[in-house]
């Protein structure tokens, strides 16, 4: 793992593999590990660049929520020192809200998007409400109780014990303070269908089949969004495709 100061502030990160850069964003409440599979056989052809989102895995965090705009800073800021003008951005759920996140702030470095398991949409007030909950209960309780409450739902009932073991594990891991800050940065967020519907370059739509977060339709609204996407929904996976 390899890291940069932004602002004085550790920011880690994956650099795997060669050819067309591919930044890549985890999900909530997770880290860069949440693509293992991925990380240790990088796809032929891309350069896999996958930070852990601040506060997350090794990154330090910031002060205040950690918003997709900041998340998305962050991204463009690895890409300057990296010396890459653009990349394909993509991710995972919350991942992905940081992906539409950067193509907002910046298109012009964005030369396509890979969309997995998210959605375009922002969260109506009794969503944003329950973020805030969970954030005063993992800052109160820990990471624990917002664990059993999503594990049952982030993958499919078919899905390999060894696998649904280091996902709990890996979020047992995160730390209150870094999962509060994405749940508030999370409510925050803007509806992002109008960067889908100006987005002319590549765009590929990944969903679990069983996917029961952020469901198939979902996917299909915002592949419908960009003219000339591709859909993909992977048979028996849930919301993590990429490890099931
Ligand atoms: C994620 O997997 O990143 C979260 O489920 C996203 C969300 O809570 O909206």
Redesign the pocket.
Known sequence: MKTIELAGRRYAFHDVGSGTPLLLFH??PFSSESFWPQLETPPKGFRLIVPDHRGFGASALAEGPSTMETMAADGLALLDSLGLPSAVVGG????GYAALALARLDPGRVRGLLLI?TQAGADDEAGKARREAVALDVIQNGVAGLVST?LPK?LAPETAVDIRDRVERLMLGQTPAAVAAASRG?ASRLDARDVLARFANPTLVVVGELDV??PVEKAKTMADLVAGSALVIVPKAG?LPNLE
């Open positions: 999900g909530f995972v759920s919350m991942g398991d999503m982030l999370m977060i952020t919301h």
